[in-house]
Every structure is written in structure tokens, then in C-alpha cells.
């Protein structure tokens, strides 16, 4: 293993629980990932191992006791990220996102960012009128938005929260759906009520909803409209045509702030349809107020089964694109 090195550090009792996991399970994680030893004794932590990974691990620990002292979760999915980050130098910028709280959920949750990628994300919705946040399943792409809008909307920065999707099957016809047209329209938009369902609280929401002040609608209601002092976040953009990607832009008024998420790898799109998301991006790269923040697997914060899977799913698709390069140079 060659040249070993020890180091220690005091953990606090009341913390202890927090910091070490159900059964010790962090300190397990953190063992096997960099290969070290650690034992605890009378609340005082024993690393050994290679130089290196030794002052990686008690760089952890050092900022999970911060973030237990705030009285933050300290779950699998932060340690995991934690140690990504250390390795390349970094780890600290956990704690500093930690205390970026955006707003509390109807339960007294706090909706904070929890990676650089969603905390840049975050920040961009700050400053830019428009912001497309593309990444995989998982990232926090429309969760985090809603949070913003709703704190917008709390904080009276805008007057009313608009959220649009539109409404493409996948795999399925509308028409062969039970119901009127708003019940077959529902289930397209079901995700957008549970985030304001668990933000806001439903009679919150349906308060403000009876008023006009939220609206959840399908995209093909906002034609024809300019949107003034409004959130307007319009998900799973993947499946927009070019056209609807126009119109729905074209609709933004003064005082008006939209969120644009979706996912590329996503599309449920008719073959061979090229996807307004796609065009927006080559399009509007360059034009001041709108920015692109691309999230990868390293920023999905559902189980780390789910960021292994995205992952999986990446470089997979990497190897099919350089697969058809190469059939495409042979074929010239």
C-alpha cells in the first residue's frame, strides 16, 4: 500500500449519529471508496492509509461536522458526492452550497441546491431572464425552479406562477384516455402538482390557483398570449417542436422570468422530428440574459442506484455516437 499515514479528529457525541450513519454506514463508505482504516474511540476518529487519502477523509469529516452543526442531512448520496469532490481537490463547496436555502417546503424542508452543478443552475435563474436547465432524470431541474418560482411569487417579484409541458405521448394516444380533456391532460402535468403540492401545500395551491395567480397548463394554451410579471417554467422542453420553442419564448412580456428544463435523452418526439430544445440551444447561445446550464449524472440527487444508472446510460450513448462516426467515415 506503501508509505502509511495517521491522522485523528474529535467528533462531538451529539453529532456522532449524523456523521457516522445507521450502523456506521458512512464511515464504511468512506473506508472502502479511499481505501483507509478508520476507527473510533471515546469520540475521537483514528484514519490511517496513504498520505493522501488520509487528509481526503478527514477533509469529510471536517465539513460534515459543519453541516451537522447546522443540522443538515447527511445522507449516502452527499458522502458520495463529497468524495467525488475531494478527489479532484474540492469538497468544501458542499458547505458553502448548504447555506443557499431557497425556501422551506410546506413540512418546514429546506429546498437548498445540493451540487455545484444545481447550485450554478440556481444562481443562473438569479441573473438571467431566461434560463434552460438540460440534464438528465434526477438533477433537480424542475424541482429547483418551482422552488424559485415560488419564492418569487412570495417575495411579490411576480404576480402570477405559470407551468406548461407539452402534452406528447409516449407510446400513448390522448384520445384512448378516459375522461374530458382536462383529465386526460392531467397525468402530462401530474409532476408540477406534486412539486407545488409538497413547496406550497395543496390549499395553498388551490387558493391560488381558484384566483388565477398559478396556472398548470398544457403549452398549446399559451399561444396567443403575452405574460407579463409572471415564473413561467415550461418542462420536458425535449419535446417541443421548433415552432412551439418560438411561440412559447415570443410570449414573454415585461417583468417576466421563465425556467426552461429538459432532458435530451428523453425525447418522445415522432422519429426523425427535430426537437425545439435543440434549436433553441444553437440558436440563442450567444444572446445576452438567456443562459444554457448543462447538469450531468454527477448532479442526480435520487439514489446513487439512479446516478449509477444515468451514468450507465451516458456512456453507453457515448459509444453508439462514436460508433456511427466511425460507420459514417467508412460509408465517405
Known sequence: MGFQSESSLEIPAEYEGLIFGPFDNHIKQIEKALDITILERDGRLNIGGRPDDVARAKRIFQNLLLLAERGSVIDEQRITYMLSLVTEGGGDQVVDMDGDVIIHTINGRP?????????????????NMITFGIGPAGTGKTYLAMAMAIRAFRNEEVNRIILTRP?????EKLGFLPGDLQSKIDPYLRPLYDALYEIMGAESFLKNSEKGLIEVAPLAYMRGRTLDNAFIILDEAQNTTPAQMKMFLTRIGFGTKVV????RTQKDLPVDTVSGLDVANRVLGKIEDIS???LTSRDVVRHPLVQKIVKAYEQYEERQRNAQVKRQRKQK
Do not use: L, M
Open 111 to 127: 429546498v437548498k441546491p445540493k451540487t455545484i452543478g444545481q447550485s450554478e443552475y440556481v444562481n443562473s435563474i438569479r441573473k
Open 260 to 263: 426552461v428544463t429538459g432532458d
Open 292 to 294: 444554457f446550464c448543462e
Open 167 to 171: 402534452a406528447i405521448e409516449a407510446g
